[in-house]
């Protein structure tokens, strides 16, 4: 029963993982370093801050920082007369501090949990795809939704083949609720 528990509780999460996405309440956005940091560095320098809110908490390998200003380049710390009034927060959420060198990936805590729940670098594909991203992102996560359609269960056994069939079930359910939405949705 366990095994059943977490397989549905991940798939809960998956699909608002992705529903959030797909609404626009959760932000994708990924940069990298132009300059390397050390685990006290209190300005972090990266090629573009856009897609990114104000303020906001951004993972650097396992890293999270908190930061309260952002400006084209730099997630950086409100200061007052030299004054940190509202610090950066280098190892935030209980995560460690450490140094990080130019060209790490930087990404909202949506992106990276994205990424490491579905053990698939969207954000990845973004970077080295420049131009086509948007085309090759659509096709990455198409493919990732499809991939929730045809689940390797077979490691719960025979005697839970019941959630096979069950799970076949929602995914028609959820075709056909798109296919409705799609059909006759709200226009505003």
């Not at 929602?170 to 075709?175: E, T």
Request: charge should be negative; hydrophobic fraction near 50%.
């Amino acid at each position: 029963m366990g095994k059943v528990f977490i397989f549905f509780a991940f798939m809960w999460i998956m699909v608002c993982l992705v529903g959030s996405v797909w609404q626009g309440n959760m932000q994708l956005a990924t940069t990298v370093l132009t300059a390397g940091i050390s685990d006290t560095d209190t300005t972090i320098p990266v090629a573009s801050t856009e897609g990114f809110g104000e303020p906001g908490i951004i993972v650097i390998g396992q890293e999270r920082i908190a930061y309260s200003e952002i400006d084209g380049n730099n997630f950086d710390q409100i200061e007052v007369l030299g004054i940190a009034t509202s610090p950066m927060v280098r190892g935030a959420d209980d995560t460690e501090a450490v140094a990080h060198s130019a060209g790490a990936g930087v990404r909202t805590i949506e992106g990276s949990m994205m990424n490491d729940s579905v053990n698939y670098n969207i954000a990845v594909i973004a970077d080295s795809s420049g131009v086509w991203a948007g085309t090759t992102i659509a096709l990455a996560i198409l493919r990732i939704m499809l991939s929730f359609f045809i689940l390797p269960i077979g490691f719960l056994g025979t005697d839970l083949a019941i959630i096979g069939i069950i799970w076949w079930a929602m995914v028609v359910g959820m075709i056909i609720s798109l296919g409705i939405s799609l059909a006759g949705g709200r226009r505003v």
